[in-house]
C-alpha cells in the first residue's frame, strides 16, 4: 500500500476552479484500479495551497493510473492554474499510532 501526497500552489484567482475541477474528477479517480482513496486537503494559513492524499494498491497501480487519459487531460488543466511547481511523495507507512 502506498500513500501519496501531491503539493499543489494555486493562483488566488484559480482557487474555486481547482475546488471545481476535482469535484468533477474524484470519483473517477476513486474508481481507478488499485485506488482506495483520494482527497483534497487546504492549507489553513494559506489557502492558495493545497495538497491531494491518495492511497493506492501499489505503485503500479499509480503508475498505471499517471498512464490514463483521465489523469493527462486533468493535469493539464491543473497545471494551467497553478502559482508554482507542484510536489509530489509517494510513501509507504512504517508504523501508525
Not at 476513486?30 to 494559513?45: A, I, K
Request: neutral net charge.
Amino acid at each position: 500500500m502506498i500513500q501519496r501526497i501531491v503539493k499543489m500552489t494555486f493562483r488566488p484567482d484559480s482557487i474555486q476552479q481547482f475546488h471545481q475541477l476535482f469535484d468533477e474528477v474524484r470519483e473517477r479517480i476513486r474508481d481507478q484500479p488499485g485506488c482506495h482513496s483520494v482527497e483534497l486537503l487546504q492549507d489553513v494559513r494559506q489557502p492558495q495551497v493545497m495538497f491531494t492524499y491518495s492511497l493506492w494498491e501499489s505503485e503500479e497501480d499509480l503508475n498505471a493510473y499517471r498512464q490514463t487519459d483521465l489523469f493527462v487531460h486533468t493535469w493539464k488543466r491543473t497545471k494551467a492554474l497553478f502559482q508554482g511547481k507542484a510536489e509530489a511523495w509517494s510513501l509507504s507507512r512504517i508504523n501508525q499510532a
